[in-house]
């Protein structure tokens, strides 16, 4: 099913195109990868957070007295966690603005 799924998006930027040309093709199918690669980015770095907040947790239950030190080490993997996020933001965007590949 999600195969099917995925074929009908990529072909749904050819069946709604009026006029079909190389830079609206490149132009459409870069709206679907920026999507495509903003949902990936998001769902890792939503994985990431969690498991950084989980073993954070677990750390301060078995020893309180780190509980400080393990919080700033947790803010600067969050952090950084979030930062390749918004690096495939800034990708998606240049993508759908400034797409190199039209000429």
């Known amino acids: 099913m999600k ?3 995925l ?4 072909l749904g930027a050819v069946a709604f195109a009026g006029d079909v040309d190389g830079q609206s093709m490149i132009k459409a199918y870069s709206v679907v990868a920026a999507g495509v ?3 990936l980015a998001a769902l890792g770095g939503a994985v990431g957070m969690g ?6 947790i677990a750390g301060t239950a078995r020893n ?3 509980g400080g030190k393990l919080m700033t080490t947790m803010f600067i993997a969050l952090a950084m966690i979030e930062a390749q ?8 965007l ?10």
């Not at 074929?7 to 990529?10: I, Q, S």
């Not at 498991?51 to 954070?56: G, L, Q, R, S, Y």
């Not at 240049?94 to 000429?103: K, Q």
């Open 37 to 39: 690669g903003l949902g």
């Open 51 to 56: 498991h950084t907040a989980a073993a954070t």
């Open 85 to 92: 996020v918004i690096y495939t933001l800034v990708i998606a």
């Open 64 to 66: 309180p007295g780190l």
């Open 7 to 10: 074929l009908f998006l990529a």
């Open 94 to 103: 240049i993508a759908l603005y400034a797409n190199p590949f039209i000429g």
């Open 3 to 5: 195969k099917f799924f």
